[in-house]
């Protein structure tokens, strides 16, 4: 038997396209294109446009920005997509999305890269789309959260014996009288969890898809999940989630994170096997 952890992957939706220039200062964004048709519940809380310009000005300036990004994504170090994801599209209660960016992977010009993702701007693109069953990812998100911990707890120092000393629960010495500041290696108390982590080389299991749901304007809707995924819904839901709707996938093994909480996947960066699916965006879920 093997075991593995459920996530719910609802679908991406391609907010927009940027392109970075490397400089001596580091990088610096080089353009930025929107999508047009952007969904009522995205655009309410991720709107790209500047609220002290009119609608005219807004358009205008939009239209001269996609005219001169193909030229400009030659030049461009990198390209990057802007994607939005919407938590209610997985049954969650959260309204406001999840707005980040991904790179494009692949091989080809940075002109085929820019044309491929001007297709697929303002478009959803769904797990399936992007990773197969067996391929190898990285996932990144926030652990648990432990609240302050103590040095033995959070550091795994050794307690100290019986009546040695006024406490146990602490070191026994922060460092020497000379230099008179304490080391950066010296164990302490503080923060405890809540970090962000990236776990390497998991194996995709199941890849699926749980029917069509409540289609909306240009993709899934928001407002409601897809009918329950048959066969890996337990009776009752998944504890402190409920029932999978819509596209999932089964990892091997376990992830970083907690129930309800955002995982970002990527393609192996490490021992990568080769891909399952064409080139296409890195992180979806």
């Known amino acids: 038997m093997v075991l593995g952890t459920v996530l719910a992957t609802p679908p991406a939706f391609v907010l927009g396209a940027r392109g970075y ?22 655009s309410k809380y991720a709107d790209a446009r500047g609220s002290r310009r009119g609608a005219a000005d807004a358009a205008a300036g939009e239209a001269a920005a996609r005219e001169a990004a193909p030229g400009l994504a030659e030049k461009a170090s990198e390209l990057r997509a802007v994607l939005a994801i919407s938590p209610r599209a997985a049954g969650l209660e959260q309204k406001r999305p999840y707005v980040f960016e991904s790179a494009v992977a692949g091989g080809g010009s940075r002109a085929e890269r ?3 993702l001007a297709g697929i701007l303002g478009k959803y693109v769904k797990i399936g789309q992007v990773f197969g069953e067996g391929a ?7 652990t648990k959260g432990k609240g302050w911990q103590g040095v033995i707890q ?35 108390a503080g923060q405890m969890g809540f970090h962000q982590r990236t776990e390497y080389n998991k194996r995709v299991m199941v890849v ?11 993709g899934p809707r928001a407002r409601g999940p897809a009918a329950p995924a048959e066969g890996v819904n337990p009776p009752g839901g ?15 093994g376990s992830v970083p994170g907690t ?27």
């Open 259 to 285: 129930y309800r909480r955002l995982v970002k996947l990527r393609r192996a960066a490490r021992n990568a096997a080769p891909p399952s699916k064409p080139s296409v965006l890195e992180v979806v879920a």
């Open 154 to 188: 959070r550091m795994g120092a050794k307690r100290k014996q019986h009546k040695s000393r006024k406490t146990v629960r602490e070191l026994g010495s922060l460092g020497p009288i000379s230099p008179q500041y304490v080391m950066y290696t010296v164990p302490r």
């Open 238 to 252: 998944f504890k402190h989630f409920g029932l999978v709707g819509g596209d999932y996938m089964i990892l091997k």
């Open 136 to 142: 190898g990812v990285d996932a990144a998100a926030i």
């Open 21 to 42: 220039s490397a400089g001596h200062g580091g990088r610096r964004a080089s353009f930025d294109v929107r999508a047009e048709d952007v969904p009522k519940e995205i």
């Open 114 to 116: 820019y044309e491929y």
């Open 208 to 218: 699926g898809e749980a029917g069509e749901g409540r289609p909306g304007k240009g």
